[in-house]
């Protein structure tokens, strides 16, 4: 994966003094984009030396092929060399997320978030799909369900802020057998439970908890005491 810390390994067997150095076509120079030495002097010694090629995070891009080589001489020019090719995993991609309703009360609404047409290549099957929400910052965002092979989720959600007319985003991160990750987004406005005769919005968005953490007990969820807990907090706390 393209997030991924990259450590390419070889080994050179050597009866005498010998330079080894590795290079790529597709990095050039290769030592600006390694983090270890690409260029070794190697001791004669009975065994192989190994010598390792480090390339960090975000250095290599999704969907292409890198090609690194190994090569190794004795101060006479006698060179032997090597190399391999490496194909960086391509996230899923092509697909959308959809929210049905796009408006309900917080806690007593059930919403569906649904994922369409993602595709990847067959060997990076199968997808997983997770569910979160967030009101402002992306950064804080409340889980919903964990990564699962089901695209669909049926939850409750938070109500959203005021200053955004209640509209928050629900996310969907799509992950392939490898670990790639894609993200879709789709709005929603989720309005606060509102105070009736018989019962204040606190105690209704708690009679809702109640229920949905009795039901989660009773089928055995936890998805659906995580969703119980991560849409009642918006609520309660605001």
């Known amino acids: 994966n ?61 969907g292409l092929n890198y090609v690194f080589s190994l090569s190794s001489s004795y101060a006479n020019n006698i060179v032997a060399s090597a190399a391999m090719s490496l194909s960086i995993n391509q996230p899923p991609s092509g697909g959308v997320m959809v929210v049905n309703p796009l408006q309900g009360i917080a806690v007593t609404t059930m919403f569906t978030l649904s994922n369409w047409l993602w595709t990847d290549n067959p060997g990076d099957l199968p997808l997983s799909y997770s569910f979160a929400y967030f009101v402002s910052d992306p950064s804080v965002a409340y889980v919903l369900r964990g990564s699962q092979a089901n695209p669909i989720l049926t939850t409750p959600l938070g109500q959203g802020l005021r200053g955004n007319n209640f509209m928050l985003t629900c996310v969907a991160n799509v992950s392939d057998a490898f670990g790639a990750v894609a993200t879709a987004t789709a709005n929603a406005t989720v309005s606060p439970v509102q105070s009736t005769f018989a019962a204040t919005a606190t105690t209704i968005v708690i009679d809702a908890t109640n229920e949905l953490l009795s039901t989660a007990e009773i089928l055995g969820n936890p998805d659906l005491t995580v969703q119980a807990l991560s849409t009642s907090i918006r609520s309660i706390n605001t």
């Open 2 to 62: 393209p997030t991924d810390k990259i450590v390419v390994t070889g080994s050179v067997l050597a009866s005498q003094r010998a330079a080894a150095r590795w290079n790529s076509s597709e990095l050039v120079p290769l030592s600006s984009y390694s983090l270890s030495p690409v260029h070794y002097v190697l001791r004669p010694k009975a065994n192989a030396s190994v010598v390792q090629l480090s390339i960090g995070p975000g250095i290599l891009f999704a």
